[in-house]
């Protein structure tokens, strides 16, 4: 086995890392849950496409590099190591982009994809109901062929920037005499549609970082039909399997947060040489979690670049990361201590608030892409084999 990168791999973790240097923006910026905010990440995912950093892994024709699996894992680690702005079309990129390359017509992939690419369609998922969310095969809202488009009615809620975003990929029932998983179709709904209204929805944080969607006969073109009409839960367990395994949290984002968290403890261990010695064996934890995680993730992407599929274990690696992520900020608050508490521009505060917030947004990863709970499930049946009950 070969742990080492090679050249070509090396030259792109340079050539990434340097254009990140000199491009990365100096001013601070809103966090992207707000109007300002959004709008402020969405001119730097127009920059990042103009340095043809938006999507590297895309073909070229849409901006890409078409770099491949291994070249994009260690661009998120540059990335995120960089401390550059949070990506607010992740939603559209990682989850809606590799289901459309599997499912969209070439019409669909040339009519979105560039938009997508540049920022100037910002995309949100529409799955969970107020009475469907882990088992997302109840969900009611319905959508009914009239001419040449459908006409969909129900509620959404739990949409992730879905109080701005321009598109909203939804998964709604087109077969009325159908349950569970049959009878499903994917659809892709312009945020303007007639018949669409929003409202939004504050996070633990007060910012209105979802938002509830409304549809009274909206009206939708048959056009906008991802995949076979009845054929909605393969399309979304296409999106699904991208969100839990290591397209929507590469192990980047956990490999920067410890370097943080080391950084943090040498900084406050020179304050306060008595700190108990357990909170030091947390963070070697830590350390020790996210690597195993980045060369687990690695050991698949070879897998997956030799023609295997990701599984069912896609589940076990989204528990792993959220549970390290929850892991990484707790021990970050425990080694602030009260100081750990002060957001904003108090006095003492560290990093403007930066491991509070994220300690809240951590506490959330348990929950979205699917509960751990359900992802246990999954490992107990289709990883290891156990019986339903
Ligand atoms: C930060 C965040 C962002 C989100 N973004 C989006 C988004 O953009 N779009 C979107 O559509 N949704 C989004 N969601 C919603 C998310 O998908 C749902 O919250 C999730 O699927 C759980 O559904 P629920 O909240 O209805 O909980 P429920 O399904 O009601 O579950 C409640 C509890 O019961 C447990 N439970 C349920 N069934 C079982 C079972 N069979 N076995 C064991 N335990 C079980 C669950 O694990 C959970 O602990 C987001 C959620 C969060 C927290």
């Excluded at 425990?334 to 508490?341: K, S, T, V």
């Excluded at 003492?348 to 509070?356: L, P």
Aim: charged content about 25%.
């Amino acid at each position: 086995m070969d742990l080492a990168f090679n050249t070509n791999e090396e030259a792109f973790r340079d050539e990434i890392s340097a254009w990140l240097k000199s491009n990365i923006p100096k001013e601070k910026w809103e966090p992207m849950d707000t109007q300002i905010g959004f709008e402020q990440h969405r001119a730097w995912e127009r920059q990042l496409y103009e340095g043809r950093w938006s999507v590297p892994n895309w073909p070229e024709k849409y901006g890409g590099r078409e770099c491949t699996l291994i070249e994009w894992l260690l661009y998120e680690e540059e990335y995120y190591l960089s401390g550059a702005p949070g990506r607010v079309n992740t939603n559209g990129i990682t989850l809606l982009g590799p289901t459309l390359f599997s499912w969209g017509t070439e019409e669909q992939k040339d009519r979105f994809f560039p938009k997508m690419a540049n920022g100037e369609e910002i995309w949100a998922q529409g799955w969970s109901e107020p009475n469907s969310g882990s088992d997302l095969a109840s969900l009611s809202a319905t959508a009914v062929r009239d001419g040449d488009d459908y006409v969909i009615n129900g509620q959404k809620t739990w949409c992730s920037r879905g109080a701005w975003a321009d598109w909203i990929f939804c998964i709604v029932r087109t077969d009325p005499t159908s349950e569970r998983h049959a009878g499903l179709s994917y659809l892709l709904v312009p945020g303007d549609a007639p018949g669409l209204t929003r409202r939004p929805v504050a996070r633990l944080d007060g910012e209105p970082a979802f938002a509830e969607i409304f549809f009274d006969d909206c009206r939708v073109s048959m056009q906008n039909l991802l995949g076979e009409e009845g054929a909605g839960w393969s399309v979304a367990m296409a999106t699904a399997s991208s969100e839990r395994g290591l397209n929507l949290r590469a192990p980047g984002r956990f490999l920067a947060a410890t370097s943080r968290l080391i950084d943090l403890y040498k900084e406050v261990i020179n304050n306060n040489p008595l700190m108990p010695s357990v909170i030091r064996d947390q963070v070697t934890e830590a350390y020790v979690n996210a690597q195993a995680y980045r060369w687990q993730v690695f050991q698949k992407a070879s897998a997956l670049m030799n023609g295997e599929a990701m599984g069912a274990e896609a589940s076990y690696m989204k528990i792993f990361w959220s549970e390290l992520d929850v892991d990484i900020h707790a021990t970050a608050l425990r080694l602030l201590a009260d100081r750990g508490e002060l957001v904003g521009e108090a006095p003492d505060v560290q990093g403007e608030g930066s491991w509070m917030s994220g300690y809240l947004f951590a506490l959330a990863g348990p929950i979205y892409a699917g509960t751990n709970e359900i992802q246990r499930n999954i490992v107990a049946e289709r990883v290891l084999g156990l019986p339903r009950k």
